[in-house]
């Protein structure tokens, strides 16, 4: 059974900084690309970054150069870092993988950026 838990959410203010995790289980992590999306309220979830099995990323315009995602393999776990942060990244925060043309998604982390 797959399974996606994020974790790191918060409050931080305008121009801070936070890492969120994403642990994975019930699959072989190495073999999968992973992505973080995000939803704000009253908005459609979007991509925000992605990582190949072979460590390939690719950004949103949105957060190029602020943010940066990366695996662990060893931990089963992906990580968005996130600087520069503004009060428009402000959403929940979830990690997604595709197995088989089956989406699976966390429950989500909720990130506020806000003075």
């Known amino acids: 059974q797959v399974q996606l838990v994020e974790s790191g959410g918060g409050l931080v203010q305008p121009g801070g900084s936070l890492r969120l995790s994403c642990a994975a289980s019930?699959?072989?992590?190495?073999?999968?690309?992973m992505g973080w999306y995000r939803q704000a309220p009253g908005k459609q979830r979007e991509l925000v970054a992605a990582i190949t099995s072979g460590g390939s990323t690719n950004y949103a315009d949105s957060v190029k150069g602020r943010f940066t995602i990366s695996r662990d393999n060893a931990k089963n776990t992906v990580y968005l870092q996130m600087n520069s942060l503004k009060p428009e990244d402000t959403a929940d925060y979830y990690c997604?993988?595709?197995?088989?043309?089956?989406?699976?998604w966390g429950k989500g982390t909720l990130v506020t950026v806000s003075s």
């Open positions: 997604n993988m595709n197995r088989r043309g089956m989406d699976y």
């Open positions: 019930g699959i072989i992590f190495s073999r999968y690309a």
